[in-house]
């Protein structure tokens, strides 16, 4: 069974950093893509960064150069390390595994972001 566990979101003032860190059991990590992405209220889900099985990365526009990707294959981990925190990132942030494009994929239960102004 697949599990996608995320953690490290929290209440943050403006210009504050969180890292959020996700683990998954159940699947060989190195085999997937990993990707974070949110939902703020009132909005579709979108992409914030993702991961590639070689390392490569991508962004949204809003999240460059403030947001960090990364992975720990040995710990099944992905991480997002955000930096200068803006109210507009207020948003609840979901952790994906995915293999063989969205052939198959799975969502972690999301962790809640609120920054303040």
């Known amino acids: 069974q697949v599990q996608l566990v995320e953690s490290g979101g929290g209440l943050v003032q403006a210009g504050g950093s969180l890292r959020l860190s996700c683990v998954a059991t159940?699947?060989?990590?190195?085999?997937?893509?990993m990707g974070w992405y949110r939902q703020a209220p009132g909005k579709q889900r979108e992409l914030v960064a993702d991961?590639?099985?070689?390392?490569?990365?991508d962004y949204a526009d809003s999240a460059k150069g403030r947001f960090t990707i990364s992975r720990d294959n040995a710990k099944n981990t992905v991480y997002l390390q955000m930096n200068r925190l803006k109210p507009e990132d207020t948003a609840v942030y979901y952790c994906?595994?995915?293999?063989?494009?969205?052939?198959?994929?799975?969502w972690g239960q999301g962790t809640n972001v609120t920054v303040s102004s």
């Open positions: 994906n595994v995915r293999i063989l494009g969205w052939t198959l994929s799975y």
């Open positions: 159940g699947i060989i990590s190195r085999l997937y893509n």
């Open positions: 991961i590639n099985t070689g390392g490569s990365t």
